[in-house]
């Protein structure tokens, strides 16, 4: 394989569009809404009407607007590239709507079915980079994504560029660790690079678990060669030569895509040895997860890629020095991998000139809750939760917006007062919630609180792996005490009680399970403090 | 690796080459309270009660797993880590059912020993009065699971230094509980070399020799580090 061939390749696809182009959502959120119906019935009307040479059906990704599935866009591509202008996007499409649907698009007319407004803030204030092929590219054909530029970056690195200047111009880039915490990938990768080990391994954390987050599974569903293309980059900066992509057994449509990316870019030559004629090769393989949310943890994730039971383990020594079977292992995130093609494709400088000053670039969120629209956006760091609640989300459909929550179970309540900040690594923190990996749950007056922690504490109960004690038994004590407070049998001894737990579980816990659990308590507390006292029983006073 | 100097609680102390802290202060006297860790053992670092201040780190760390480094700066006993060890024993004690007036090895357990040195008097969270069984199907050993705490010392003896690996843990959270064996009776277990090594390195009452009633249970712990000392130095005088 080398450039001209994928060239090659680009052009025959490019070739071969036809004129009208109707897209049909394949990911998870559209098919359990009745998606691959509607994708077949397009399939056999068009070949029943025999509108085949003017118009093509195309499985593809997410589109987004995920409350509003299925989804089918139809466009006019007879100038080559799909435009957004000419598109009309369909909305809760069903299989018997196919022929109304293939009718129109042949004829160059609008159907008369429910459509979404494609100039609505949700899709304009969006500003895509990871999620650029979503709903583009049909995930399920190499051909495609290498259409939309796909490999380009792999090949400019491995044939024009040194280890140590990719490092560079990802450290340039100031992305950092999109998994949650935040950590500079540019240092990450330069640790592992600078690291002494007979073999180096690259790690795809893909065990997304954070109740309501979605965003990793919609991009490894709708676009998986990009975070491919993306490991392999990091495995030539770094030295690597085989990698592992540890996915959550609940994603199975993800698996899927993903094995049949893999199958493919090997084919192509695009995996496996001497790739683009240059010196270094990449094997990927997959390890599914059984289940267990503290898998997401990078310790924890290796011992169960080594196949041993998924506990997290004292870090120092870091997987950059000790990872997988000791040698120096890479961790990071879907999201991290997928920004990493279009960094040096474009450079460093552009993507450093979206988002803040210590927060670049832009992040996916998966927007659920009490909002008029659920689904998947990408926007640039440094917007307020207003614009994404008010105007992306377009605000609560029955009330007031109370709180916004952020980062799952590590993370915590932010009250709508404080709706103007804007959404980067720190302004998140300095409010006790964290970035996070991209959940985002707006709540409104019918939201308690108390409640609110309490189905956190029960998740993080739930999911402790049972090894340390403060989160084996403290977060069950938690779990007690907020139960005990919702059912107004608690007085305020018992939540002296609660936040004198807080602090132990927060400060001893062995991993970030246990250290983050009690934040949405913490949070809630800070900011929703009298709801815990409202449902105090009141103190006797004795005559 | 070379001998470090180092600081604990205000005073200068030297480690030896490789040491951790924990083994730095008990080698200085320094006793700093531990349950998880076992001499002649791997660390796990699970239990927290060895939890230390080291300057300049925002964490807490472990001291059974972190390296006694030159120049560091450690407090064992301030107000803050002696608060956390005792709500630490108390999650511990509201766990399962600790009983100690009826339990194998009362006078002779270590969470009741730590209990006492970190004046831990009552517990003020509820006790959880988890249902456990209790299993004594093995000829001369038993495991009753209202009395663990889930240390792994009995795991890691038993893969470490008898090479069986009997016991595993399953289940998670408040859930996990030791196993034997795929989850059989320990009496059908068939890696079981009935060594004992378990029962002596076990903390508590958890695992007995069978016919030990109310504090006759004596946990020979030292002979986990003679074992582990014998055969990795060729020290063989206990």
């Known amino acids: 394989m080398d450039k001209s061939e994928l060239q090659a390749i680009a052009g025959k696809e490019r070739g071969a569009r036809k004129p009208v182009c109707v897209s049909c959502c394949t990911a998870a959120g559209c098919l359990s809404a009745g998606g691959g119906d509607v994708m077949d019935s397009l399939r056999e009307e068009l070949s029943a009407s025999g509108a085949s040479q003017k118009v093509e059906v195309r499985a593809v990704g997410c589109m987004k607007l995920c409350s509003r599935g299925p989804l089918v866009r139809v466009e006019d591509t007879s100038d080559g590239r799909p435009v957004a202008d000419g598109a009309r996007l369909y909305e809760k499409i069903k299989p018997s709507q196919a022929p109304v649907l293939i009718r129109a698009a042949g004829e160059g007319e609008a159907a008369e079915l429910p459509m979404v407004d494609l100039s609505h803030p949700f899709f304009t204030r969006q500003r895509p980079i990871v999620l650029e092929n979503c709903g583009v590219v049909e995930p399920e054909r190499i051909e495609s994504y290498i259409e939309a530029d796909g490999y380009l970056a792999l090949h400019k690195v491995l044939r024009d560029m040194t280890p140590e200047e990719v490092v560079k111009t990802i450290t340039q880039s100031g992305l950092r660790g999109r998994g949650g915490a935040g950590f500079p990938t540019g240092i990450k990768w330069s640790l592992v690079a600078k690291a002494i080990s007979e073999k180096k391994y690259i790690v795809c954390n893909a065990d997304e678990g954070d109740p309501g987050a979605f965003m990793d599974r919609s991009v490894l569903e709708s676009d998986p060669h990009r975070v491919l293309e993306g490991m392999a980059i990091a495995a030539y900066a770094v030295g690597a030569s085989e990698g592992y992509i540890y996915i959550r057994g609940e994603y199975p449509l993800a698996i899927n895509r993903l094995q049949t990316a893999i199958r493919t870019a090997r084919r192509l030559g695009l995996l496996g040895s001497r790739i683009f004629e240059a010196p270094f090769d990449f094997n990927v393989d997959l390890r599914i997860g059984a289940g267990a949310f503290v898998c997401g943890e990078e310790t924890a994730l290796m011992a169960s890629i080594e196949g041993r039971r998924g506990n997290p383990s004292p870090r120092p020594p870091y997987p950059a020095e000790h990872g997988l079977w000791g040698h120096s292992t890479l961790i990071n995130n879907v999201e991290t991998f997928a920004n990493i093609a279009p960094i040096l494709r474009r450079g460093a400088e552009w993507f450093a000139s979206v988002g803040t000053e210590k927060s670049k670039g832009t992040k996916v969120f998966a927007l659920a809750g009490k909002i008029a629209n659920t689904g998947l956006i990408e926007v640039p760091m440094g917007i307020t939760l207003r614009e994404i609640v008010e105007e992306i989300g377009g605000g609560d459909p029955d009330g007031q917006v109370k709180a916004v929550q952020t980062g799952g179970p590590s993370g915590g309540c932010i009250p709508a007062r404080h709706l103007d900040t804007p959404v980067d690594y720190e302004s998140l923190a300095e409010l006790g919630s964290i970035m996070g990996s991209g959940g985002m749950i707006v709540m409104d007056d019918s939201n308690n609180m108390v409640d609110v922690a309490r189905f956190f504490m029960q998740f993080c109960m739930d999911e402790s792996c049972g090894k340390c004690l403060p989160c084996r038994a403290g977060t069950v004590q938690m779990h007690g005490l907020l139960e005990k407070i919702r059912d107004r049998r608690a007085t305020a001894d018992d939540l002296a009680l609660l936040e004198e737990l807080c602090d132990v579980v927060k400060y001893t816990s062995l991993c970030g399970l246990g250290q983050t659990a009690p934040n949405p308590v913490l949070s809630t507390l800070r900011f929703f403090r009298h709801e815990y006292e409202e449902l105090l029983q009141k103190e006797v006073t004795l005559a | ?238």
């Not at chain 2, 480690?15 to 349950?35: D, F, H, K, Q, Y």
């Not at chain 2, 209990?115 to 003020?124: E, F, I, L």
């Not at chain 2, 093995?138 to 090479?163: P, W």
């Not at chain 2, 030791?178 to 059908?188: E, S």
């Open chain 2, 1 to 238: 690796m070379k001998v470090t100097t180092l600081t604990i609680n205000g005073e200068l102390v030297s480690a030896s080459p490789g040491a951790t802290v924990l083994e730095a202060a008990r080698e200085n006297g320094i006793r700093i309270p531990t349950l998880c860790a076992l001499e002649g053992l791997s660390t796990v670092g699970a239990c927290r009660l060895c939890l230390v201040e080291v300057k300049g780190s925002p964490r807490l760390q472990p001291a059974c797993v972190t390296a006694a480094d030159e120049g560091m700066e450690v407090s064992t006993d301030t107000d803050r880590l002696r608060r956390y060890r005792s709500m630490i024993l108390e999650l511990l004690f509201a766990e399962r059912n600790h009983v100690c007036p009826v339990c194998v090895a009362n006078g002779h357990c270590e969470l009741q020993d730590r209990a006492r040195q970190a004046g831990m008097d009552h517990v003020r969270l509820p006790y959880q009065h988890p249902d456990l069984p209790v299993d004594i199907t093995h000829a001369r050993f038993g495991v009753d699971h209202n009395r663990c705490i889930l240390c792994t010392r009995c795991i890691r003896v038993c893969d470490e230094l008898e090479g069986a690996h009997t016991w595993d843990l399953a289940g998670r959270g408040t859930n996990a509980r030791v196993i034997t064996d795929l989850n059989q009776p320990w009496g059908d277990a068939v890696s079981c070399t009935s060594c004992g090594k378990c029962a002596e390195a076990c903390p508590t009452g958890a695992i007995f020799k069978q016919g030990s009633t109310v504090g006759e249970m004596e946990h020979r712990s030292d002979r986990i580090r003679f074992i582990s000392a014998a055969r990795a130095r060729k020290e063989w005088s206990p």
